[in-house]
């Protein structure tokens, strides 16, 4: 769950930032552990955007978090980003 923004920063460029906030996690669920040493990589839906006010907007993504060979992902998540402008 802990790489999710690092990998989601991977993925996603949002232009005309100054900042993005790892703001919250509405649903979450662990399917299959990861084994060490494992690939991973993850996978995103833009699920909705919505505009706080003048200088912030919420993005809400599902990101899967897949494992290389595995028919389980590892982690699927709904995470909630703020961006600031």
Not at 19 to 38: E, Q, T
Not at 55 to 64: F, G, L, M, P
Request: proline share 4%.
């Amino acid at each position: 769950m802990s790489l999710i923004p690092l990998l989601n920063q991977e993925v996603i460029d949002v232009q005309g930032k100054s900042a993005s906030i790892n703001y919250g996690i509405n649903k979450l669920r662990f399917p299959a552990a990861v084994k060490s040493g494992a690939d991973i990589r993850s996978k995103m839906e833009l699920l909705d955007v919505s505009r706080v006010d003048d200088h912030r907007t919420q993005a809400i993504y599902r990101t899967t978090v897949e494992i290389r060979g595995e028919d389980k992902p590892a982690c699927v998540a709904e995470n909630l980003v703020m961006y600031v402008a």
